[in-house]
């Protein structure tokens, strides 16, 4: 079946730093892959998405490339801002199946001034 | 442009009572989710509707659980009775269609604590 995984735990970074979280998928079929963001008291939001191997999605100074080699489509952002604190989500969608976006479980990332 | 309306945005009931959410769409959207996230996890798919029909529901429990959405507008998701684990935040997301499933949007959420 179609699943995500998301790097274990919180991250707590300053600001400025760099950021990296790592997703890694299983898919049968050719899946397109996107990163969601919920920030404090909000609904998830569409950050960016890839839908092709070799892609690169990219939006509010973050991007992530869809590696079908290494099944991966980390999200990174050279230098973050305290407004960057929020959840953030990977998941993959295939065509066909009803079209089902599965969700990873999410990481936390807070940056302190 | 209007967003996705979910509402009550809270609910504290005890177990075995029963609840309703309420979701309206995007203006236009024919797609409407519900999903549930558990604290700690990623959302999942309880019921997919495309206009007032079901497209999937295989995660959905539905010995408690039940939504409609008559009009193919607005959606209501059920649960009756409620047991412990059904504590959770539920969202709902609408998209244009089917074919763009993977660019939801979402609403607020709706958060469901059972004692």
């Known amino acids: 079946g179609n699943s995500v995984t998301q790097m274990e735990g919180p991250v707590t970074l300053s600001e400025e730093a760099f950021l990296t979280i790592n997703c890694t998928y299983t898919?049968?079929?050719?899946?397109?892959l996107f990163w969601y963001v919920q920030y404090p008291g909000e609904g998830l939001q569409l950050l960016l998405k890839?839908?092709?191997?070799?892609d690169k999605g990219s939006n509010k100074g973050f991007e992530a490339t869809y590696r079908k080699e290494t099944t991966s489509f980390h999200l990174e952002k050279g230098s973050v801002q305290v407004s960057d604190s929020a959840v953030y989500f990977c998941?993959?969608?295939?065509?066909?199946?009803?079209?089902?976006?599965?969700f990873g479980k999410g990481n936390q990332v807070v940056v302190i001034p | 442009e209007a967003g996705v309306a979910q509402s009550p945005r809270y609910k504290i009931i005890e177990k075995r009572q029963s609840v309703a959410f309420w979701c309206n769409p995007i203006?236009?959207?024919?797609?409407l989710y519900w999903y549930q996230q558990i604290l700690g996890q990623g959302p999942k798919l309880l019921i997919q509707f495309q206009n007032n029909g079901v497209v999937d529901d295989s995660q959905l429990p539905k010995d408690r659980f039940s939504a409609e959405r008559l009009k193919g507008v607005d959606s209501t998701l059920k649960i009756q009775p409620a047991k412990l684990e059904d504590s959770a935040v539920y969202l709902c997301a609408s998209s244009f269609r089917e074919s763009l499933a993977g660019e939801l949007f979402f609403g607020e959420g709706s958060r469901l604590t059972v004692l």
């Open positions: 890839a839908t092709k191997a070799d």
């Open positions: 898919a049968t079929g050719y899946p397109s």
């Open positions: 998941a993959l969608s295939t065509f066909g199946g009803n079209n089902r976006l599965a």
């Open positions: 203006s236009g959207h024919a797609t």
